[in-house]
């Protein structure tokens, strides 16, 4: 499809409002992203999603956007409370699939010599893959109260401290309802509290290795060769299962929708009718889970670097979730309103001033966490103040696909990608070498030309850069 995109200014293209669409759509990259956000369906599907009711100001697609399910990874839509709807194409199968960066008392020298050391016992103390395993046993009761009350839960069970509530989301729970999770969904995830998972999520030991804004680096606590640790997983079988079964009951719930839609995989239901409410009571929950899971494994860490080198100071930054629906107040138009944010493969970044902000991070803004690749940088944010004008408080979640995952195992061997990552000094270590394929650096678009824009655009701000050391994949 041949699709139209105007230059508005600089790093903000856009495709005007035409035919079914309620909003212009806005993609926030570079000439040189936008080559690349090009090659798939990513433009066809932000126009899509510039059709959904109650729309507001801009379907919006990030720099590290690419092909999704429904919406693009990457997309971001607000939708009014009022005549809005839902839609999980515009959350992701993985619900609240997010990103925790913890810092230590350590730094890369006091680390060196023992990187293999620490890759093997991650590796073997925190399940990773597909299927079942779990670093923290729960029963059914216990899933409902995970499910319920999320980081309370972990907290009143001696897996969390008070600071790791702090510092993340939402602190960590969400107003969920365990009955409207699918109970094959739960099947699925009882026995998956602190794993790791497949694909794209990884954790990974990394060095600061440049600090852009000292101010904010230090009330993050960050400083030059620091070690820190980076967590990227999500709800695991339970979000697939419950997102697959609210899609299906969406299509069978509202034919008329399915047929008069420009892609079915956008479905969704009013906000007010009853299967929407089901949902997000059930999105909620499942984030709930999410949240957890994170935790159980920054518990497995600390407890594997206090085997290597003693008691170790490790604390959590912050903790991001990038596929979520969430009611925040935003101005549209010049009046305040609320709205049902849909952030798939997209990170909230509020800057200083708004209330979702942390009270320990009030003065500076919300860090914004965002990996690169194995071979690649990653990088610390804070929220930008232009991010509520253009971008509903929202930023880049990543480096973004540029080769499927198919491509990659094509264009890549495993053992030689984990060879010359070696011979760079990052050592990694994963269930299969066709993983490692997949998530070769050469399979993503250049993270650092990402950090670029959101910089530019003042919606993300750069704080700290850091280095890969060890990466364990599912």
């Known amino acids: 499809m041949n699709i139209d995109v105007e230059k508005v200014e600089e790093n903000i293209y856009e495709i005007p409002k035409e035919g079914e669409m309620n909003v212009p759509a806005r993609i926030y990259a570079s000439e040189e992203l936008l080559d690349k956000i090009k090659d798939d369906k990513t433009l066809e599907q932000v126009k899509n999603v510039a059709t959904l009711p109650g729309i507001q100001k801009h379907s919006i697609v990030m720099p590290d956007g690419h092909q999704g399910y429904g919406f693009p990874i990457g997309g971001v839509a607000a939708v009014s409370m009022e005549n809005g709807v839902v839609s999980p194409g515009g959350i992701g199968y993985d619900i609240n699939c997010g990103v925790r960066v913890l810092k230590t008392d350590l730094t890369a020298e006091d680390i060196e010599g023992h990187e293999q050391q620490l890759a093997n016992i991650m590796y073997s103390k925190i399940p990773a893959g597909l299927g079942g395993g779990g670093y923290i046993d729960i029963d059914e009761d216990d899933l409902e109260d995970v499910l319920e009350k999320g980081m309370d839960w972990m907290l009143e069970n001696g897996h969390a401290k008070e600071s790791d509530l702090e510092r993340c989301e939402e602190n960590g729970r969400l107003p969920g309802d365990p009955s409207k999770v699918p109970e094959k969904a739960k099947k699925r995830g009882i026995k998956q509290l602190g794993s790791l998972g497949s694909g794209n999520h990884f954790l990974e030991i990394q060095r600061v290795d440049e600090i852009f804004n000292e ?39 509202y034919p008329e929708e399915v047929e008069s839609l420009p892609d079915k995989e956008l479905i969704y239901a009013p906000i007010e009718d009853q299967p929407a409410q089901d949902y997000i009571d059930a999105m909620y929950a499942v984030a709930n889970f999410a949240w957890c899971n994170r935790q159980a494994m920054t518990e497995a860490i600390r407890d594997c670097f206090d085997r290597i080198f003693g008691e170790t100071e490790i604390d959590l930054v912050y903790d991001v979730c990038h596929n979520i629906a969430k009611e925040e107040t935003h101005e549209v138009d010049g009046k305040d309103i609320d709205v049902l944010v849909h952030r798939k493969g997209a990170t909230r970044a509020m800057p200083k001033g708004r209330k979702e902000v942390p009270e320990v991070y009030e003065d500076v803004g919300q860090p914004v966490l965002i990996p690169g690749t194995m071979g690649t940088s990653s990088y610390i944010l804070v929220g930008g103040q232009n991010s509520l004008n253009v971008s509903f408080g ?62 530019e655009l003042d919606i993300g701000r750069k704080v700290a850069k850091m280095k890969p050391i060890v990466n364990i994949k599912g």
């Open 215 to 253: 101010e904010v680096a230090e009330k993050f606590g960050l400083e030059t060769d620091q070690i820190l640790v980076m967590i990227h997983s999500g709800s695991r079988g339970l979000g697939h299962q419950t997102c697959t079964e609210y899609l299906r009951k969406f299509e069978k719930q």
């Open 394 to 455: 929202s930023t880049a979640h990543g480096a973004g696909r540029l080769k499927s995952r198919t491509q990659a195992k094509q264009d890549y061997w495993g053992e030689d990608v984990q060879r010359d990552l070696k011979h760079e000094g990052v050592y990694v270590k994963a269930v299969s070498g066709s993983t490692v394929a997949e998530e070769a650096p050469g399979a993503y678009k250049d993270v650092d030309e990402v950090i670029k824009v959101s910089d």
